[in-house]
């Protein structure tokens, strides 16, 4: 694959990082995520270009913050669902006479 579509793909990784490694309390250094991007998808990033993609996130809608920490920690805070949300979501589902055991497996992997 070409680095520009890596480059391209860059982005949504970052937005998944976040929603999968960080909450209200954890967050992910800028060293880490660098560290995430390459090793996992073979995404080269550099400290600038990291913060450049921050903003744009922000432009979409999505609220990056610095919650402390030594290196800085960073973590997403619009999440789609809150945790409450989830787990009535999942317990709808689980609890659902309607939908089969293999369906209701498959949606609360989603939700995961």
Known sequence: MARSEKQK???????EIFMQ????EVGISIPELISVLDSEYGIRAERKS???DFLVLSSLGFTVENIGGRPPKYTL???I????ELKMLTDAVESSKF????KSRELISKLE
């Not at 490694?21 to 209200?24: A, E, M, P, S, Y």
């Not at 669902?81 to 409450?84: G, K, Q, V």
């Not at 939908?99 to 293999?102: D, F, L």
Request: charged content about 45%.
């Open 77 to 79: 805070t619009d999440r």
């Open 21 to 24: 490694r960080t909450d209200d």
């Open 99 to 102: 939908i089969t055991a293999k």
């Open 81 to 84: 669902f809150e945790l409450a």
């Open 50 to 52: 990291i913060y450049d």
């Open 9 to 15: 793909e860059k982005l949504f990784r970052i937005l």
